[in-house]
């Protein structure tokens, strides 16, 4: 079964977005809230954890499945779903593509085998 997608419109923004907020609920219920780098490939939208898995945005947003996606004044509902082999390759490339020019040393953290790992999918909720 293929993955739900976002509409057109939504993968333009994410897309577009320099950094996206990554909202994830905390063990109190509070929500924390992170910028992080996002990636559309073949309209999917794929995130890392610069961290790798100890990242809290990360190990929150695994233990939960539902996160909230603040782009551009906008809150969008979403399941993250572990992708790490998925499309590596593609989504490292992407990474490249969007963020290499400007900031080389950190894209080359995202495209480490711990961050990669870390590789999550983001669909509609």
Do not use: C, N
Request: hydrophobic letters at 40%.
């Amino acid at each position: 079964m293929a993955p739900e997608r976002f509409d057109h419109q939504t993968l333009a923004l994410l897309a577009e977005a320099d950094e996206i907020e990554m909202r994830t609920p905390r063990a109190d219920g509070t929500a924390s809230s992170r910028p992080i780098w996002i990636v559309v490939v073949d309209g999917v939208p794929y995130v890392r954890s610069y961290a790798g898995e100890r990242g809290a945005w990360y190990q929150h947003a695994r233990r939960d499945g539902r996160v909230e996606v603040g782009v551009d004044g906008e809150t969008l509902a979403a399941r993250a779903v572990p992708a790490a082999g998925e499309a590596d390759e593609h989504v490292s490339a992407a990474y490249h593509d969007k963020y290499g020019r400007r900031s080389p040393g950190p894209t080359e953290a995202m495209v480490t085998p711990q961050v990669v790992a870390t590789t999550l999918r983001l669909e509609p909720e």
